[in-house]
């Protein structure tokens, strides 16, 4: 038996501490019977979350799967008109997978998604220090002559964006034909408003690794399941 919070977050349904504001408020189902907090479940119960059964095979096994994201596609399970989102690429059964750590609809690279709450916010909060590496191309000749040390002083130091918001990276050096970019912590279109902040415009950005895991070669639009020694290389 396991505690139902972490059922739940095996699911892919919420975290842990989401799971348990949802049990909170009530949003929680064992066998048509509110479910009370700390229960602990075998997983043959009918167990839903605001009506909505939750899928017991999802949740007796850890899944992570390796997505390499195509340009155009948006991070979310939601359809908005003139838009796909990345499930449309992926097969039904991971249509209720959490994305861990996003990128916006025209950055491409590697995604993680899970159906394990505490593993997604493991890999996503900053405390943890799993590293984020990024491949940057900007608007103008791919400006390779900008000096390198005069970007990462500038980084390191933080450029405050349009709305008061400090932002960072841990190091920022040329690699081939672009700029390879590593973050500690990624908020919402962090590196494009970075740069912005600098007077530049990132033309291409690609997200190419999550602490020690790369992308492997998976081609575009395309995804591979993980070993569990792959998911060792992205966890603490």
Request: with cysteine; charged share 30%; aromatic share 6%.
């Amino acid at each position: 038996m396991i505690y139902l919070t972490k059922y739940l977050a095996q699911a892919g349904v919420a975290s842990r501490r989401q799971a348990e504001v949802l049990i909170r408020n009530g949003k929680v189902t064992i066998d048509g019977e509110r479910a009370p907090l700390g229960v602990m479940v075998e997983g043959t119960e009918d167990i839903r979350v605001r009506g909505q059964k939750v899928n017991s095979q999802m949740a007796a096994t850890r899944l992570v799967i390796a997505f390499n994201k195509p340009i155009g596609y948006t991070c979310t399970t939601r359809s908005f008109i003139n838009e796909e989102n990345i499930f449309s690429l992926l097969p039904p059964q991971y249509k209720n997978l959490i994305i861990a750590g996003r990128l916006d609809k025209d950055s491409r690279g590697l995604l993680l998604l899970t159906n394990d709450g505490d593993l997604a916010n493991r890999i996503t909060h900053p405390r943890y220090g799993h590293d984020k590496k990024y491949l940057v191309r900007f608007a103008g000749e791919d400006r390779l002559d900008l000096d390198e040390r005069a970007l990462y002083a500038r980084a390191k130091e933080g450029i405050r964006s349009e709305d008061g918001e400090i932002l960072t990276a841990k190091s920022i050096r040329r690699e081939e034909d672009r700029w390879a970019v590593t973050l500690g912590e990624g908020k919402k279109r962090h590196i494009r408003r970075l740069f912005a902040g600098m007077g530049l415009k990132v033309s291409d950005l690609q997200r190419v690794g999550i602490g020690t895991l790369g992308l492997g070669g998976i081609p575009q639009g395309k995804y591979r399941v993980l070993s569990e020694t792959d998911i060792k290389k992205i966890v603490k």
